[in-house]
């Protein structure tokens, strides 16, 4: 089960995500999202666990809790939406600018 965690503290490392839910079972991968201009931590991040008994344990004890101090909102992660992509040129394309 692929679950989304955020309101993560932006010192949350991939390997601190995976540790909180270890205490519930295998954890096949955890990821925290960063910006690509700035490298930091948007906040929010992924983990994958193989069981979802396990997982849905993880959820429901983790969401609401607090970690350094930020209280952690945690839920099964849905589908990612597809969103059209304007091209490269933006509202441009097409049009002269002059």
């Known amino acids: 089960m692929n679950i989304f965690v955020s309101n993560l503290s932006f010192d949350i ?3 601190d995500l995976r540790g909180f839910f270890e ?3 295998t954890v096949d991968s955890s990821k925290i999202v960063f910006d690509r201009e700035t490298r930091r931590s948007r906040g929010f991040g992924f983990v994958e666990m193989p069981n979802e008994d396990e997982a849905r344990k993880a ?3 983790l969401d609401g809790g607090s970690v350094e ?3 952690l909102k945690v839920n099964e992660a849905k ?3 597809e969103r059209p992509r304007s091209s490269s ?3 441009y394309a097409g049009k002269s600018r002059y």
């Open 13 to 15: 490392l991939d390997e």
């Open 69 to 71: 101090g930020r209280p």
């Open 89 to 91: 040129y933006g509202s």
């Open 23 to 25: 205490e519930f079972g």
């Open 59 to 61: 959820i429901k004890a």
């Open 79 to 81: 589908p990612r939406e």
